[in-house]
């Protein structure tokens, strides 16, 4: 299975770190093509040797490559949100997972819409679950 793993960047990289786990996670069950996402050397400017249209061409490149799109959405991004609606109009499956905040809810534009699956989680333990049944429904969808 290809995962296609969203996460903030140019948005904040407080959460790189957290990324990086949930790729390891996603990688006991697939290919995630995003792995950069993870990682913490990269800058809150984001890649800096590639050019927004080459970043643009080969992210595209990816969506269309991957078979299901896991997107932490705890720190809002505008380029995770067109990953999003992106992937969402190609009819892929598409988690989005989200920690809880008293400061912050989940955009309804994501909450509200059926064709999202959207999970809370407050930890990775709980993740691992989420991950787990997401990516089997896909899987039978797929096969």
């Not at 989200?98 to 989940?106: Q, V």
Request: with cysteine.
């Amino acid at each position: 299975m290809r995962i296609y793993f969203a996460g903030s960047i140019r948005g904040g990289r407080d959460d790189a770190d957290l990324y990086s786990r949930i790729i390891g996670l996603l990688k006991e069950h697939g290919d995630v093509l995003t792995e950069h996402v993870g990682d913490s050397g990269l800058p809150p400017t984001g890649e800096e040797r590639l050019t927004d249209e080459a970043i643009f061409q080969r992210d595209v490149a990816w969506l269309e490559e991957a078979d299901v799109i896991v997107a932490e959405v705890s720190i809002p991004s505008h380029g995770v949100g067109y990953e999003i609606g992106r992937a969402e109009a190609s009819g892929k499956p598409v988690l989005c997972i989200y920690r809880r905040s008293g400061e912050r809810r989940l955009s309804a534009m994501l909450g509200g819409n059926p064709a999202l699956v959207c999970r809370t989680y407050e930890s990775l333990h709980d993740l691992e679950a989420v991950l787990q049944a997401f990516l089997d429904d896909a899987r039978d969808h797929c096969t």
